[in-house]
């Protein structure tokens, strides 16, 4: 078996005459251009002919990169397999049909497929979540590649349970979403120490004889959440501390190639790391260009016939009015499904949010878009205000996302009873 490192979340595995990448993402920047690589990919586009399966472990674009995707040469996506696991909205599925791949294998939770002579996989989502994990068995080792999952102590036991003993482990790091506002430097550094406390659990449950940390090698690069960086978790203190839990810490740079059992000298990676985090702040930032309110307002139009094309209406003209303090505009609007964009008179001190126009206008024309801005930090939270109205406005649009729609009190109480019948409530 062998290991070849691609970047953050990405690395090639090959058994037998398997060369499975996962999740490449090569290049550019994701989550509305507010996230980027910390190191510079050695992979070229041209070393995908030798690739047979691909799996791709959620939507975000940190791990399905459609730039990335597209850049593969069409005659060796014709080669290669595609592996996602079964979703409502099919998104993903159909893009890959679109961009010519051999063939697309769609995984039910736990299902077991095989994809070589000697070699099992399967793949499971987070209770709430769209995350998976991925778990490759063969007669050799068995390895579970646990990516950006949030297990509570229950379901670690249960997936233990359930795949048993794990060799090699791979696992996200640091935080990877909004953590504080500017000068919430104790919140940021709670949020940091929690995914210590994470990676120690998952240890302790599976005991791998390897653990690789990773799917954290980024770098917040906008100007409104440069200061995450100063309290993500870094790589070697990361390696110390998984080196005290009874495993073996694996740190690989992009290019590095490991064959299973060899040794591994992870030091003078962590210290190209170290490198790449001392130079962020010669690094160029995302700033956003504003928007107008004639804009906002059209926009906001959209968003509201769209979500009542999609959701039940006298539900959604229900929820409480969103107060957003835009902050290059120095303007406060208020959002809501019953009136749409408005200006309103109130202090920026008392809304629900406070962030760039832009980011504002991404949230009202993707439906991913509200999920993006939480990932991407970008925001602030005001003190007086009530930033679960966000929130709410979020779960709509990530149903919506997934393919699913906001119902009726009616049409919750129908589906609760579906489950009630079928045991699972």
Known sequence: MKITWVNHASYIWEYENVKLITDPWLEGRAFNESWALLAETKLDYSDFRDITHIWFSHEHPDHFSPPSINKIPRQYRREITVMFQKTIDNKVIEFCKRSGFKSIIEI???????IGINIRIRIGKVKNDTDSWLHIKTPDFSILNLNDCVFDDKSLVDLHNEIGHVDLLLTQFSFANWVGNR?????MKAHAQRKLVE??????????KYTIPFASFVWFCHEDNFHFNAHANRIGLVYDYI????TLPLIFYPGDV???????????????YLKDYHDLSKRELTKFKSKSIEELAQIG????????????KRKLLSYQTLIIHVTDLNDVLSLSYKYGLKKVNINPGQSDISFHSQNLYYCLKYDWGFDTILIAGTFQKPLDGNFQNFMEYQWVATLNNQGKRMKSLFGRLIDRLKLSILGKI
């Not at 939770?109 to 095989?114: A, G, K």
């Open 301 to 312: 139009n959209i968003f509201r016939e769209k979500a009542f094309m999609k959701n039940n």
């Open 243 to 246: 080196g005290k839990l009874g």
């Open 108 to 114: 039910d939770d736990f299902h077991e497929v095989s």
């Open 183 to 187: 000068n919430d430097i104790s919140l």
């Open 199 to 208: 990676i120690k659990k998952q240890i302790s449950c599976f005991k791998p």
């Open 258 to 272: 490991w064959s299973y059992g060899q040794s591994h000298k992870s030091l003078p990676r962590i210290n190209e």
